[in-house]
């Protein structure tokens, strides 16, 4: 037997909330009076609060957040005002904090903390806060960013004479964030002084730029950009450069579809700003449309119709969008941008020429057999280029050796041909070009000069240290053991040679150059690159003294030139362990098993190359390794799926050391954790093809090549993850 449930009745309650009901008032079974809770209750909200949609208290005469900020609240009855017809002041619009520009612009999380936030501190950037004065306008960045005087004049007459820089407090060493004319042609004339002799930056034509800049009829994105990469190249924190870029950036975006000389001018230098800046992945993503932009325009063809000075500023823009390339692909041809097959222009002629506005025929990138004994003066700038396609196969030769798609028979064949190729380029040369450190005092373009010559020199260390019994990057075991000793050792002889050679060139630069060049940073990789060699070549103490000394010249280059570029912020810190670690070993005087120092301990990677075979591994030269690239494939199918990583094969199982900069390079293998290999007697390692390895190879470690990054199991031992096709260079 179930108990009649009562129903219950809605209740009923007066329009004073406050007075409680009559018995009398309602038939029904409730007969005392109901107690309304204050929560309940209907609490009065100002207008204040109102507006700003936040929790009113409700006090009266005045509600605490109006007296706590100081607002006119609406609960106030002025004397002389009937109520119901008070006017409603809108309150003043107030912000608890305001991130800094630079934290702003990489939305990066900021703590606003004052003279400068801990974000911008920890990264060594200069931090501006844009405030605003009392009934003044926020401050944004993008609305600030090349507004000119005249242009904040005409913005001031269109809105009823407020201006967009009005009221703006900046806070910080930045006191201003227009471009002035005075402030855009100092930097201009800073650009052709400090950046122009670079390969990278030579590109604009200088009387016509300056001109243009005089006569403020520069396109305004270029103008932007040139000011952007001028001001951060050279330090000038008391400009706020970061926001010019990124102004200069949107703007290009905004024009995508229209392809332009001058935005695709522009384009380049903020490539390289985000690149000198650290921020890789926006690079790594603007270099793809720069691509597009220069085959868009044709640049890759030759215009005869154009006159001479816009014919060679085509050139010009295209070769410094090739060299961007070693920034990112590095010789992986599924990288690169510009493949040499599609390149149909000339080499860029001398400075004088270009200024002048003259025609040379200069030749182009790889000649051919019958041009090879025709000894043609191309200039610095044409050999500089013709190196850098020679380095690039070089790399893609010794990845075929690491690899083993190249055969032990042609290895000698192959290596003879790429010192042919050499040899024709250092006769290309004048001979007030050839080095030597009268030359190298008396010559105009000291910065080219030397990254020249310094480049000639790593290009035979790299062939030659295939050759290097025990080096992380020499040839895999068999290899070596095919290759007559004669020959190896001639092949280790002379890798160090040159290895003391850009040694030499530092060391003359460092005495008797101009100190206030800038370097482009494959300068720093030849200077790191030379001393880690001379480094592991010296096994007695005596010797390994001085090379460490010599190391210590190549550390003071890249300090002295690089030290605010975020692209070789891993070199240094990387040679300074290195010299280090080699310290250590000569106070020990332990030389018994001579092998590189060991590399940091490996943790496990979330990059997207995680999964790449050797064939795609990326070198240190490629800034996709400091990119934070991720690989969220896993969440196509959903939260229900699991997120852990499948188990792969031994064979693809790969795991990451921790790099240069405690950043994870992605795409590297240690030789230690792979689960095929077995321990035989004597410390050295048996293959699945029952060949021993030798265990100062193994001891090697995974010191890094900025030309070739690090090696796997199957760079070092010659395993290769898939069989040799016809199409292994792609």
Not at 516 to 542: H, I, N, P, Q, Y
Request: glycine share 8%; proline share 6%.
């Amino acid at each position: 037997m179930t108990e009649a449930l009562r129903p219950l009745r809605p209740l009923q309650v007066s329009r004073d909330l406050h007075e409680p009901q009559s018995p009398q008032a309602g038939s029904g079974p409730i007969s005392t009076p109901v107690s309304i809770p204050d929560s309940l209750k209907k609490r009065a909200i100002c207008s204040q609060c109102r507006i700003r949609k936040v929790r009113c208290d409700g006090r009266p005469n005045i509600c605490q957040n109006c007296d706590r900020l100081g607002f006119e609240c609406s609960f106030q009855q002025s004397p002389g005002k009937s109520p119901g017809k008070y006017v409603v002041k809108l309150p003043e619009r107030r912000r608890r904090m305001q991130a800094c520009i630079q934290c702003h612009s990489k939305k990066t999380r900021c703590l606003g903390e004052l003279p400068s936030c801990s974000s911008c501190v920890r990264r060594n950037r200069t931090c501006v806060y844009p405030r605003t004065k009392k009934h003044g306008t926020i401050a944004r960045g993008n609305d600030l960013a090349g507004v000119s005087e005249a242009d904040g004049q005409v913005a001031e007459q269109r809105s009823g004479g407020t201006s967009p820089t009005q009221g703006i407090m900046m806070i910080g060493p930045a006191q201003g964030l227009t471009l002035d004319h005075d402030v855009t042609l100092a930097l201009m004339e800073d650009y052709f002084k400090h950046l122009y002799p670079l390969p990278s930056f030579s590109f604009l034509h200088k009387p016509t730029s300056l001109q243009r800049c005089r006569d403020q009829t520069m396109n305004g994105t270029l103008k932007l950009a040139i000011c952007a990469i001028t001001a951060l190249q050279l330090h000038r924190t008391a400009l706020c450069h970061d926001l010019w870029a990124q102004q200069a950036e949107q703007l290009i975006l905004q024009q995508m579809g229209r392809a332009s000389i001058f935005n695709l001018q522009a384009l380049l230098l903020i490539i390289r700003y985000r690149i000198e800046s650290g921020e890789f992945p926006t690079a790594f993503m603007l270099a793809a449309l720069a691509a597009r932009t220069a085959l868009a325009l044709r640049l890759n063809y030759e215009r005869p119709e154009l006159p001479d000075v816009a014919q060679e500023a085509r050139r010009r823009l295209f070769w410094a969008l090739y060299l961007l390339d070693d920034f990112f692909c590095v010789g992986l041809r599924e990288f690169e941008l510009y493949p040499e097959e599609t390149i149909a222009i000339f080499l860029p002629c001398d400075e004088d020429n270009f200024e002048a506005g003259r025609h040379v025929r200069t030749g182009v990138l790889r000649p051919g057999p019958e041009s090879r004994g025709n000894a043609t003066v191309i200039g610095l700038r044409g050999v500089s280029l013709r190196l850098t396609s020679v380095r690039r196969a070089v790399m893609r030769f010794n990845r075929r050796v690491g690899l083993g798609d190249e055969l032990s028979s042609t290895i000698g064949e192959s290596i003879w041909r790429f010192e042919e190729e050499l040899r024709f380029l250092g006769a290309a040369l004048r001979p007030n070009e050839q080095y030597s450190a009268v030359n190298l005092t008396s010559s105009e373009w000291q910065a080219q000069f030397i990254m020249l010559h310094m480049s000639w020199h790593q290009c035979h260390c790299d062939m030659y240290r295939l050759g290097l019994d025990g080096y992380s990057e020499a040839a895999p075991s068999p290899v070596l053991l095919a290759l007559h000793p004669r020959d190896r050792a001639g092949m280790q002889l002379k890798c160090l040679e040159h290895a003391r050679s850009i040694i030499g060139i530092v060391s003359d630069f460092l005495n008797h150059g101009d100190g206030e060049l800038l370097l482009e940073r494959d300068a720093a990789v030849c200077a790191f690159e030379s001393a880690r060699l001379l480094m592991f070549g010296s096994r007695a103490a005596s010797n390994l003294d001085v090379a460490i000394g010599k190391a210590k010249l190549s550390l003071k280059l890249i300090t002295r030139f690089f030290p605010y570029s975020a692209s070789t912020q891993p070199l240094r810190k990387d040679l300074e362990r290195l010299i280090a670690s080699y310290s250590v070993r000569l106070a020990l005087q332990t030389q018994k098993a001579f092998s590189e120092p060991e590399p940091p301990s490996a943790r496990p990677s979330t990059k997207v190359s995680q999964y790449a075979t050797s064939r795609q591994r990326l070198s240190v030269q490629s800034l996709l390794l400091q990119s934070d690239f991720v690989d969220d494939s896993n969440e196509i199918a959903g939260p229900t799926q699991t997120t852990e990583t499948p188990t792969l094969p031994s064979s693809m199982q790969t795991s990451f050391p921790v790099g240069v900069g405690d950043e994870v390079l992605a795409g590297a293998a240690t030789p230690r954790d792979h689960s095929w290999g077995t321990t035989g007697p004597g410390n050295s390692q048996v293959s699945p093809a029952g060949q021993s390895l030798d265990a100062g190879q193994e001891g090697a470690g995974l010191i890094f090549n900025p030309w070739m990054g690090f090696t796997g199991p199957e760079d070092m031992y010659g395993v290769s993850s898939r069989p040799p096709g016809p199409d292994d260079e792609f």
